[in-house]
């Protein structure tokens, strides 16, 4: 008789992204708007360096943290970026972001903890959360501009709460904090104890001025996740960063070493390059991110959606008009069946999402502009 799967596995499902992404991708001639992928190919200078990786032979196991030469450039580059002062030691290279958030929680989780998230949020958290025999515990977000205030995170802080998760730029809203608004959420943290999981895997993509992290203001409790996916286009080479003090790190690391043993040499090679010569290699993708929302969010608003304007990241997180009465899914279901234009249902991400859909603006301007224009011409039928 064959054995169970792990009830905890088997109750958690594929990420709504994936799963409405999969469900229209056979629709001819469709325009997708749906991943999180920025269009923009990988610098050349990148690129070269992780071929010149290969024909040097540069093929082996690194050591688990990183090679020493990719540790230095990263502490170097996220102190220049965003005064964030982590040794090597404090610093692992990760399979992208996502093996970095799956790391983190892995080590500081415990069963029953309660992992506090800002509602609406990308639902990479909550399965991995859910994993460890934890509970996921959101904050509405959806009155509060989708900010996360410090008022409501005291509210909702418990005995049993180990951690905050804190994206942003968000996914899927783009908003982000001030800095006073992240000081006021830090004296929450101070004063409780928890732990924050800051994940600033946008950082570079932030419109309205520099990106300010929370890690300074907590230290002892932060742990800082980003990566070279969107900053650099890099989605395929798989480098993430976690950062967080050596007492945290040194335990990150066992639970980093079992699961991959250590990040791509290739893509370590890859990475360094970027890190020490493209630090403004966003610069053009950020410009070009940002004159794409202007012209996204005039359209929007003029089919009759609600926006919060981004700060950053490439998404809209839009409300549909009063005058839909389906729920996200079926109409983005319907959106796509008849305009040929996909977005992901808000019900992705959260509930309190059923109301809304993501829209991603990481597409060429051309598609953005016949997108809006069949969208618009489907959304004639709601006036």
């Not at 629709?27 to 990786?53: C, M, N, S, W, Y």
């Not at 729920?327 to 983005?332: G, H, K, M, T, Y």
């Amino acid at each position: 008789m064959q054995k169970k799967i792990r009830q905890s596995v088997r109750e958690i499902e594929i990420s709504g992204i994936r799963k409405f992404n999969n469900h229209v991708a056979g629709i001819p001639d469709i325009i997708r708007l749906t991943l999180g992928e920025p269009d923009f190919p990988t610098p050349e200078h990148v690129k070269q360096a992780g071929i010149d990786a290969i024909n040097n032979d540069f093929t082996n196991y690194t050591p688990n943290a990183g090679t020493p030469s990719l540790l230095e450039a990263a502490s170097d580059y996220f102190y220049d970026k965003y005064d964030l002062s982590y040794s090597t030691k404090e610093i692992i290279v990760t399979v992208g972001a996502t093996e970095a958030i799956s790391v983190a929680l892995q080590t500081i989780l415990e069963a029953d903890d309660e992992v506090l998230l800002p509602d609406p949020i990308y639902p990479g958290y909550e399965p991995l959360i859910h994993l460890m025999d934890a509970k996921a515990v959101k904050i509405d977000t959806t009155e509060t501009a989708f900010k996360l205030t410090a008022e409501d995170l005291r509210a909702a802080i418990t005995p049993k709460t180990k951690a905050l998760i804190l994206p942003y730029p968000s996914n899927p809203t783009g908003v982000t904090l001030t800095i006073d608004e992240l000081r006021e959420i830090a004296d929450v943290v101070r004063e409780t104890g928890i732990f924050v999981v800051a994940d600033e895997i946008y950082s570079e993509l932030t419109f309205f001025g520099t990106h300010v992290s929370i890690a300074p203001m907590i230290r002892e409790q932060t742990i800082v996740i980003n990566g070279l996916s969107k900053s650099h286009a890099m989605i395929g080479w798989r480098i993430g960063f976690l950062m967080a003090p050596e007492a945290i790190t040194s335990q990150m690391l066992k639970v980093h070493q079992y699961s991959v043993t250590c990040a791509s040499s290739i893509s370590q090679k890859a990475a360094e390059e970027a890190l020490r010569n493209g630090k403004d290699d966003a610069v053009q993708m950020r410009t070009e991110y940002n004159t794409r929302a202007g012209f996204v969010q005039e359209r929007l608003i003029k089919m009759g959606f609600s926006i919060v304007e981004p700060d950053g990241a490439f998404y809209f997180f839009a409300k549909l008009p009063d005058q839909i009465s389906q729920n996200s899914f079926d109409w983005a279901t319907e959106l796509a069946e008849e305009a040929k234009v996909a977005v992901v249902p808000g019900s992705a991400f959260s509930e309190k999402g059923d109301r809304y859909f993501r829209l991603s603006f990481a597409a060429s301007f051309s598609q953005l502009a016949e997108a809006m224009q069949r969208m618009a011409t489907f959304m004639e039928k709601y006036a």
